[in-house]
């Protein structure tokens, strides 16, 4: 197990313990309230997030204007992970390291809070390995601050280098770790605002939304108010994490709004048997899925992408990243069509990110 979390890695639990604070401090309006605790002048958190994003796109010009010469050339597709966050990961060449081991060409990295400089060095020092999101600064009571919202234009792809936005909380529950719940709705008109932004610019808004059938409808409402919103859905929906009673009726709400909405998409990070806490595995008997989800997986296996969601010290962890790809491997051979994996696994990925 990995012990090379670093002094400047802020934890995924500190962040969101603090996110809740900051949502309650905005709702009394007290709009100074810092990410990290303090208490600031007024306008002190909005300046310092907007700093931030301008920052990037200065870097970003600087950069492109520098060294578009000399941009490492692309690197074939094998396995594409679209789900990780790097705040608790190891630095950069180590990252690369381990996903060559595991055999990961490619890399999504977003974080939580404002931390997208972790993100963003990442992907200087790799731009052919790595896909960055803006973390999101939604939070749980679904509002956000609008300064930010107007920032992230100047990053997003197809002029900046930020493919999306993510991992966006919306209906979560704590875990051991003391994680405090959220419940944001998805048509809130916060949400709403932020699909349209990510829309307009051509991104991805990557949610985590458990299957509840009040928080679905919630979901099914912004799919339907923004139909040309690319929007992946974590956790295949976090069928594995809804209540083992209800998880196969779960799992039947996330294959109707998969068939109501053409642009939703879902990734399956987490649900491997080695991920050492979070959601339930995805049900297999020896190895084989069962047949409920097997026939998710072929039915929208043009919309269903590979993850590992490395959110802890512990999921970094070198064997834990072979153990859970050769895993996912050993699924996608339970497929009827080979090709049906390799959609999966990183096809889906390509065409959704634009690689």
Not at 99 to 112: E, N
Not at 286 to 293: A, D, I, R
Request: hydrophobic share 35%.
């Amino acid at each position: 197990m990995t012990n090379e979390k670093t002094s400047r890695d802020p934890s995924r639990r500190k962040f969101i313990k603090y996110g809740v604070a900051a949502a309650g401090a905005t709702a009394l309006g007290l709009t100074g309230y810092s990410f990290f605790g303090k208490q600031a002048s007024s306008g002190s958190t909005v300046a310092t997030t907007s700093s931030q994003i301008a920052g990037l796109t200065r870097t970003r010009t600087m950069t492109t204007a520098r060294s578009s010469a000399r941009r490492p050339p692309p690197v074939k597709p094998t396995r594409i992970d679209v789900h990780d966050h790097p705040e608790t990961g190891p630095p950069a060449d180590e990252i690369i390291r381990r996903m060559d081991k595991a055999g990961v060409s490619h890399i999504a990295l977003m974080c939580f809070g404002a931390f997208d400089n972790i993100t963003y060095d990442i992907f200087k020092q790799y731009p052919n390995r790595i896909i960055p999101f803006i973390g999101t600064k939604v939070m749980p009571t679904g509002e956000y601050y609008p300064e930010w919202l107007s920032e992230i234009d100047k990053v997003l792809r197809p002029t900046g280098d930020f493919y999306g936005v993510g991992e966006v909380l919306l209906r979560y529950y704590h875990n051991q770790r003391g994680e405090p719940e959220c419940n944001a709705p998805a048509d809130s008109p916060s949400i709403k605002k932020l699909a349209d932004t990510i829309s307009a610019n051509d991104a991805v808004l990557l949610i985590h939304l458990n299957p509840e059938i009040d928080a679905t409808r919630s979901l099914d409402n912004l799919l339907t108010y923004n139909k040309e919103v690319k929007l992946i859905w974590a956790h295949l929906g976090s069928v594995g994490r809804a209540y083992k009673s209800d998880q196969y009726s779960a799992l039947k709400r996330f294959n109707e709004m998969m068939s109501k909405h053409e642009n939703l998409y879902a990734d399956i990070s987490s649900l491997d048997p080695f991920q050492v806490d979070g959601l339930t595995p995805i049900p297999t008997d020896q190895g084989v899925l069962t047949p409920e989800f097997k026939e998710t997986f072929q039915e929208y296996n043009d919309r269903i992408m590979f993850g590992l969601d490395c959110c802890y010290v512990e999921r970094w962890d070198e064997q834990r990243i072979i153990k859970s790809t050769k895993w996912y491997d050993d699924i996608m051979a339970n497929l009827d069509d080979p090709k049906m994996g390799e959609n999966i696994m990183w096809r889906n990925a390509v065409e959704l990110l634009k690689l």
